[in-house]
């Protein structure tokens, strides 16, 4: 069992950076691939990007290549994302997820244990 808590979400003009944070409780979260979604208007919870148990693989949805980064800290629990070059279309929901499987993966329903998420919003 594991908690997710995120942090750092907030209103930002377009061109902007954020960074949030997901911080975990349990012992084992270093054997978790940890992953953030979000979720804008719409009905689906989309992938942004996760990260293996040694941060030495990660994986980006095609929208935020290049402006994201996603890192983990295993000593401080904590799983990162770096948001640059934010756009009005980043604009959603945030939620950090854990999956106990070794594989990163883009599929939601992978995941075992979501935070409650924490508001991006990104002004024009």
């Known amino acids: 069992q594991v908690q997710l808590v995120e942090s750092g979400g907030g209103l930002v003009q377009a061109g902007g950076s954020l960074r949030l944070s997901c911080l975990a409780s349990?012992?084992?979260?270093?054997?978790?691939?940890m992953g953030w979604f979000r979720q804008g208007p719409g009905p689906e919870r989309e992938f942004v990007a996760g990260?293996?148990?040694?941060?030495?693989?990660?994986l980006y949805a095609d929208s935020v290549k290049g402006r994201f980064t996603i890192s983990r800290d295993n000593a401080k629990n904590t799983v990162y994302l770096q948001m640059n070059s934010l756009k009005p279309e980043d604009t959603a929901v945030y939620y950090c997820?854990?999956?106990?499987?070794?594989?990163?993966?883009?599929?939601?329903?992978?995941?075992?244990?979501w935070g409650q998420g924490t508001q991006v919003t990104v002004s024009s």
């Open positions: 349990g012992r084992t979260f270093s054997r978790y691939v």
């Open positions: 997820a854990a999956d106990t499987s070794y594989v990163v993966v883009s599929t939601t329903s992978n995941y075992d244990y």
């Open positions: 990260i293996s148990w040694s941060g030495g693989r990660t």
